[in-house]
């Protein structure tokens, strides 16, 4: 596929990117895929757009008192991934992500829908083994065994990483949809930490410790009035101010990786979900250099 070469579809990249692989301490990547969307499709445009908007943004973070400036990051673009095809799409992904580990560089992943997670995070499972410990935030549960039929979908991608994770490593906040079976599962397995999110991330600092984590973030955790384009919205979540806020905490976290998932742009309309990612990602960005 040639991530170190930043070989992509289109030139655009996150801004101020390196201009070199090599130079990168921290890597972004898209994976556009959406093919087993079940509501909106349209995720799969995601990566491409955030990168888009953030050209509107400052590189200075008056909350961190920090700037991309100072820092070193490679976005190498977007995978070449097989409309439809799942399972190749996911073995691109993985194989990409297993290149910036095995270059000991920080991978941040955008997609794209959930399941574009499962990959990256058994590649940190590999490289970090029993420690590794998951952190979801969401709307949803994703614990679903299947999802009409099919096992591999955006759905069930938390319950397929607890199949490789142990679920009590597999930090769930946020969460205010599921299934009564999902919850269950939830309650009995993986540590489930419903509705809110900061003061939760804050306890879980207290039990995690300096493990290694990986945070997969799906847009939805965010109340659609803040965040309206993806795939499947849910009412009743956090704000964007408490998102952001959220995500600063990883400074106290020994991040080991990161992805962005289901930012939708054609529901997108005014592009504030994009921006707000794009927010994310440099928030993400300086949080995981100030560790350094």
């Excluded at 040639?2 to 201009?19: F, T």
């Excluded at 900061?198 to 493990?211: F, H, M, S, T, Y």
């Excluded at 499947?232 to 101010?241: A, D, K, V």
């Excluded at 990883?250 to 921006?275: C, H, Q, W």
């Amino acid at each position: 596929m040639g991530i170190r070469d930043g070989r992509n579809l289109l030139p655009l990249r996150y801004m101020g990117s390196e201009d070199k692989y090599e130079n990168g301490k921290a890597v972004i990547v898209g994976a556009p895929m959406d093919w087993t969307c079940s509501f909106r499709p349209g995720a799969r445009f995601g990566p491409q757009k955030i990168r888009e908007v953030s050209i509107g943004i400052e590189e200075y973070s008056l909350y961190q008192d920090s700037s991309l400036e100072e820092k070193q990051y490679f976005d190498c673009g977007d995978l070449d991934l097989p409309f439809g095809n799942v399972q190749k799409s996911l073995e691109i992904i993985e194989k990409a992500v297993c290149e910036i580990f095995s270059d000991n560089k920080f991978p941040i992943l955008l997609g794209g829908e959930h399941l574009v997670s499962l990959p990256a995070v058994r590649q940190a499972h590999k490289k970090f083994g029993r420690d590794l410990k998951v952190i979801q935030l969401d709307a949803h549960a994703d614990l679903r065994e299947d999802y009409i039929g099919e096992k591999l979908c955006h759905a069930s991608v938390i319950r397929r990483i607890c199949e490789f994770v142990h679920p009590g490593n597999v930090f769930q906040v946020g969460i205010r949809s599921a299934s009564r079976e999902e919850k269950e599962f939830g309650e009995k397995n993986t540590r489930l930490y419903p509705f809110d999110i900061i003061e939760p991330l804050k306890e879980i600092a207290g039990i995690i410790g300096d493990k290694p984590v990986y945070v997969t973030l799906d847009i939805d955790v965010v109340d659609p009035a803040y965040a309206n384009g993806t795939g499947t919205p849910e009412p009743g979540g956090c704000t964007s101010r408490e998102i952001l806020n959220a995500v600063r905490l990883f400074k106290d976290f020994n991040l080991v990786g990161f992805d962005l998932m289901e930012v939708s742009p054609p529901y997108d309309i005014s592009s504030r979900t994009a921006i707000l990612a794009a927010e994310i990602v440099r928030e993400i960005l300086l949080s995981v250099e100030a560790r350094k």
